[in-house]
């Protein structure tokens, strides 16, 4: 099969970012303040995202791996189903054990989920223009994720208002929504993701190829060679000091994370006194947040294009950690939410900057299991700071571990030391990589 141009490769790339990502807006809001209303306590709440990132910790690198070996397109519609299964169970959990449940089908999805997308449009890409850089379209591709979300909340925020069925509870409506929508993604992923069929290393097919059950085997043959991909990346991140550091970042940025993702909600019911009230205020909030989430992503572009893509992220992920120690500071509700809004205006600006950092240690073998490791990463560190800032709140305050997690975000920036001394080096080589 003759692979897609770069543009074509682009427009279906950002039209299923689009479709994955506006039913997460719907649920962005209550996703925390769901479980809160049926009787969960906050550090139950945020153990259910523990939970979540220890099994995406758990299944990152075999899924990561499978991807690399069999092909994209298999592990993203295994993907978009589990995301059907994990929005239907959390609409209609009410025990702890229940949301837990649909907390480990999220990890399952998100596993899947987390990079093969991006590792098939960057391989269609350099397919026809070997070695290019990506970080144009990925910039685009925060600033339609950013923008799907922001609608998605905004719609959630005004179905929250509504209430039209008032046999349910006014936050369970979006998750219903989000799984019809879930259900769409996943049409949209088989009809429109089209790619060769993986080739095993040697470049002759398996046994059987061209005959009846030839794509079982083939399927197979790519099965096996998944522990080897993964020990591949798993090998390159322990002799790359690069890619090493940019691994560790997500230590530090996830338990930033943790405060303006899951405790702004928590905030804002504190200081509105009720979760339906900061539910359907949070939609609107979460609405705009994305918004300037898509503003950031695409300013960073233009920034990296004038300092450098690694100084440009740097500087985005201090800016992020200070503006979540600022969250805990403030004491009113309007105060969080612009606090919020600039903090998240800065975190859409740190993944076009950080994504293309991690290309240029990869290669189309590992491509997936590159992305697999900076998530897995990320959920594991998430998985071990929302509980412990969780159970900072109930000891302490809310504030005070807001405040916290802000403050050991900012560190992160120190891993970034060796990749701005790589590019560095590129930059005296006059070794830049064309821009897509």
Not at 96 to 101: E, G, N
Not at 124 to 148: E, I, K, M, N, Q
Not at 272 to 282: H, I, V, Y
Not at 424 to 432: I, P
Request: proline residues 5%.
């Amino acid at each position: 099969m003759t692979p897609l141009s770069p543009r074509a490769a682009r427009r279906v790339f950002l039209l299923l970012t689009a479709t994955r990502w506006f039913p997460v807006g719907l649920v962005v809001a209550v996703t925390t303040l769901l479980p809160l209303e049926r009787g969960l306590s906050v550090t139950q709440t945020l153990t259910l995202a523990s939970i979540t990132g220890l099994v995406v910790f758990a299944l990152e690198l075999p899924t990561g791996g499978f991807a690399d070996a069999i092909g994209r397109r298999p592990v993203l519609v295994a993907a978009a189903s589990m995301q059907v299964l994990a929005a239907t169970l959390f609409a209609t959990a009410q025990s702890f054990w229940a949301f837990a449940l649909a907390a480990a089908a999220t990890g399952t999805f998100r596993a899947l989920d987390s990079g093969p997308m991006e590792a098939w449009f960057v391989d269609t890409v350099h397919a026809t223009s070997p070695g290019a850089d990506v970080d144009r379209t990925l910039s685009h591709h925060g600033a339609v994720l950013g923008v799907s979300i922001a609608l998605g909340a905004l719609v959630s925020g005004g179905l929250v208002w509504w209430h039209p069925v008032t046999a349910w509870s006014a936050l369970t409506l979006p998750y219903v929504a989000y799984a019809v929508l879930a259900v769409a993604h996943l049409v949209m992923v088989g009809v429109l993701l089209k790619e060769p069929s993986p080739v095993p290393d040697g470049g002759a097919l398996p046994d059987g190829g061209g005959r009846p059950g030839g794509a079982v085997r083939r399927a197979l043959a790519s099965a096996r060679r998944t522990p080897a991909v993964v020990a591949d990346g798993v090998r390159l991140a322990g002799t790359n000091r690069v890619l090493l550091g940019l691994l560790l970042v997500e230590v530090f940025w996830s338990t930033g994370m943790v405060v303006f993702e899951s405790m702004t909600p928590i905030r804002l019911a504190e200081l509105l006194g009720s979760e339906q009230r900061a539910g359907a205020l949070m939609g609107a909030v979460a609405s705009v947040g994305w918004g300037v989430f898509a503003l950031g992503a695409a300013l960073a572009g233009l920034a990296a294009r004038r300092v450098g893509v690694v100084r440009a992220a740097m500087a985005a992920r201090v800016l992020n950690g200070l503006g979540a120690v600022w969250m805990g500071l403030v004491a009113g509700p309007a105060a969080l939410v612009v606090a919020y809004l600039v903090t998240y205006a800065l975190h859409g600006a740190g993944g076009p900057t950080y994504q293309p950092l991690l290309h240029r240690e990869a290669v189309a073998r590992n491509r997936s299991t590159v992305l697999s490791m900076a998530s897995m990463t990320s959920f594991a560190a998430f998985a071990v700071a929302a509980p412990v800032l969780g159970r900072t709140a109930e000891l302490v305050s809310t504030p005070v571990a807001m405040v916290i997690g802000g403050a050991v975000s900012v560190l992160g920036v120190l891993c970034f030391v060796p990749a701005l001394r790589r590019e560095k080096e590129l930059d005296r080589a006059r070794q830049v990589a064309v821009s897509v």
